[in-house]
């Protein structure tokens, strides 16, 4: 089941991405405008960008290696650590807990790995005791995300410690893609008592930075010292690692899109409670609503009318859901309208 990329109607709203629908900071632009003739010719250097990001993330450089988006940090993962520890014979297992991104089975399947998937508890509640029973001796990675995607869920304090401690030959990656809006993070001693945690992180979301494809994997330096050999020597381009550099110096504005998205999902809340609707607090970005039975007929209704939102109806506990991305106010308030005139139109 390769990753499908989901459909885009130009010129709509795209609220069916997590995107930061703002666009990335002016200072970003400025950046980029400064590009000379060389830095297009010249393969790019990465010494000086990975140690502002390692200051960003409050950890040492060598614990950071940057990514071409975060999704080659999940596919490098999985290689890393299912050819490396493969047992002859005996397929590989990769621990998907459910709902999840898409992109974790994806990767499996690249490494030929069998994707197991643990279903989801009422209400979504972390499946830890799922998660533990699922762990085989032939576990090589564990797809974890916190907040997840898409319920928006956190995973609770010490359950990352158990599992990585419950499969020590898995890598547990932690995919952090939405922790500039949770404020938490697993970055810190747990990477040094558990080496086989590794934390992914991107700025495709917070910072609007998802077309340049800028993402980091943090962990151990022994660690990454075994995955940096899998990842081409010059996979993030010039313009990428310039780009994320701006964006760095420009807290304010992630502070600010970080703050519209509290906002947004403020409103979605309280929309949902009027319309009866349920939902699930979320700690990231946006926020998984229960329409019912018409959630495929409503999100074609809203594309109708250039409004994207991500029908998720299909994903496992996930039955009459959509997903909305909660970001920029102003585009929040469009679709809930939009959403309104279909699943409850007002008669006169
Ligand atoms: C968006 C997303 C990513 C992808 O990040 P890129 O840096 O754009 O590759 C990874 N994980 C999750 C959970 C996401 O939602």
Redesign the pocket.
Same mark, same amino acid.
């Given at each position: 089941m390769a990753y499908q990329r989901p459909e885009v109607t130009s010129g709509a709203l795209r609220l069916h991405? *997590?995107e930061n629908t703002a666009g990335c900071s002016p200072a970003v632009l400025a950046a980029l405008r400064d590009m000379t003739r060389a830095d297009a010719a010249f393969y790019p250097e990465y010494g000086d960008i990975t140690a502002r990001t390692a200051r960003w993330l409050g950890v040492e450089p060598e614990r950071v290696l940057l990514?071409n988006?975060?999704?080659?940090?999940?596919h490098l993962v999985a290689q890393w650590a299912v050819w490396h520890s493969a047992e002859h014979g005996a397929p590989a297992e990769v621990i998907v807990p459910e709902p999840a991104?898409e992109?974790y089975a994806a990767c499996a399947e690249a490494v030929r790995a069998t994707v197991v998937r643990v279903m989801p508890q009422p209400e979504f509640a972390f499946a830890l005791d799922g998660i533990l029973a699922a762990i085989t001796s032939a576990t090589r990675v564990i797809y974890l995300?916190d907040p997840? *995607?898409p319920t928006g869920r956190p995973i609770p304090a010490g359950a990352i410690e158990r599992i990585a401690m419950a499969a020590p030959r898995a890598i547990v990656l932690v995919?952090e893609?939405?922790a500039d809006f949770s404020g938490r993070t697993a970055i810190g001693p747990l990477l040094d008592r558990t080496r086989n945690v590794i934390i992914?992180r991107?700025?495709?979301?917070g910072h609007g930075l998802?077309a340049l494809?800028?993402?980091a994997l943090v962990a151990h330096p022994d660690t990454l010292a075994r995955i940096r050999p899998l990842q081409p020597p010059y996979s993030l381009n010039a313009w990428a690692i310039t780009a994320l550099g701006a964006a760095l110096g420009d807290r304010a504005y992630v502070e600010w899109y970080v703050a519209q998205s509290a906002e947004s999902r403020a409103r979605v809340y309280a929309w949902a409670d009027r319309l009866g609707l349920a939902y699930w607090p979320s700690e990231a970005n946006f926020v998984l609503v229960r329409v019912g039975d018409r959630a495929i007929e409503a999100a074609a209704a809203l594309a109708a009318r250039g409004i994207l939102v991500r029908d998720k109806s299909s994903a496992p506990g996930c039955a009459g859901c959509l997903r909305i991305t909660s970001g920029v106010v102003e585009h929040t308030d469009r679709c809930l309208e939009a959403l309104e005139e279909f699943l409850a139109p007002r008669t006169n």
């Amino acid at each position: 089941m390769a990753y499908q990329r989901p459909e885009v109607t130009s010129g709509a709203l795209r609220l069916h991405f *997590n995107e930061n629908t703002a666009g990335c900071s002016p200072a970003v632009l400025a950046a980029l405008r400064d590009m000379t003739r060389a830095d297009a010719a010249f393969y790019p250097e990465y010494g000086d960008i990975t140690a502002r990001t390692a200051r960003w993330l409050g950890v040492e450089p060598e614990r950071v290696l940057l990514t071409n988006g975060l999704d080659e940090g999940l596919h490098l993962v999985a290689q890393w650590a299912v050819w490396h520890s493969a047992e002859h014979g005996a397929p590989a297992e990769v621990i998907v807990p459910e709902p999840a991104f898409e992109m974790y089975a994806a990767c499996a399947e690249a490494v030929r790995a069998t994707v197991v998937r643990v279903m989801p508890q009422p209400e979504f509640a972390f499946a830890l005791d799922g998660i533990l029973a699922a762990i085989t001796s032939a576990t090589r990675v564990i797809y974890l995300t916190d907040p997840n *995607n898409p319920t928006g869920r956190p995973i609770p304090a010490g359950a990352i410690e158990r599992i990585a401690m419950a499969a020590p030959r898995a890598i547990v990656l932690v995919d952090e893609a939405y922790a500039d809006f949770s404020g938490r993070t697993a970055i810190g001693p747990l990477l040094d008592r558990t080496r086989n945690v590794i934390i992914g992180r991107t700025f495709a979301k917070g910072h609007g930075l998802a077309a340049l494809r800028v993402g980091a994997l943090v962990a151990h330096p022994d660690t990454l010292a075994r995955i940096r050999p899998l990842q081409p020597p010059y996979s993030l381009n010039a313009w990428a690692i310039t780009a994320l550099g701006a964006a760095l110096g420009d807290r304010a504005y992630v502070e600010w899109y970080v703050a519209q998205s509290a906002e947004s999902r403020a409103r979605v809340y309280a929309w949902a409670d009027r319309l009866g609707l349920a939902y699930w607090p979320s700690e990231a970005n946006f926020v998984l609503v229960r329409v019912g039975d018409r959630a495929i007929e409503a999100a074609a209704a809203l594309a109708a009318r250039g409004i994207l939102v991500r029908d998720k109806s299909s994903a496992p506990g996930c039955a009459g859901c959509l997903r909305i991305t909660s970001g920029v106010v102003e585009h929040t308030d469009r679709c809930l309208e939009a959403l309104e005139e279909f699943l409850a139109p007002r008669t006169n």
